[in-house]
């Protein structure tokens, strides 16, 4: 099958998971309620400004194959940007489509170093690809960073 160059139709959603406030529920009745504040590692435009910097690089380095392709990109990343482990799935199964994805990630390295306060992450990176050889194709994806805490 012939590869093509992206031409990106469907718009990138960047997504952070932050850390989320808790709150306690009191100990007894008549108690006053306590916040209890998880504060994040790092702030969510932190995360998304990396998101969307490492999906550019990602996208300018992607050609994807004919087909319908649903690719998962999922890494372990450490604070310095090194990347600890990498799995790739695709439904359906597409081994061009994983080869393609897996190559647009690994040319995107080295990654940048993790936002400040960040010692580990998992990098889920989602391409989605439709492409027939008359010439009809939209594509698009997204980058989610989820800190990993460290115990």
């Known amino acids: 099958m012939e590869m093509k160059n992206l031409t990106c139709l469907l718009a990138s959603v960047i997504v952070f998971t932050p850390l989320l406030a808790a709150e306690a529920a009191p100990a007894a009745k008549g ?22 910097r490492l999906w ?6 992607w050609n994807y194959p004919d087909g319908n392709n649903h690719v998962t990109v999922t890494a372990v990343v450490t604070a310095d940007g090194n990347v600890e482990s990498m799995q790739v799935a695709s439904s359906p199964k ?3 489509a ?13 990654l940048d170093a993790l936002p400040t306060g960040m010692s580990k992450a998992t ?3 989602v391409f989605n690809s439709k492409s027939d050889p008359h010439g009809d194709s939209s594509s698009g994806g997204s980058v989610r960073l989820d800190p990993v805490n460290s115990k």
């Open 98 to 110: 994983e080869a393609s994805a897996q190559a647009a990630f690994d040319k995107a390295k080295p």
């Open 56 to 61: 550019n690089r990602i996208l300018s380095q």
């Open 94 to 96: 597409s081994a061009e």
């Open 123 to 125: 990098v889920v990176v």
């Open 31 to 52: 108690a006053t309620k306590k916040l209890i504040r998880q504060t994040p590692s790092t702030d969510a435009a932190a995360g998304q400004a990396y998101s969307a």
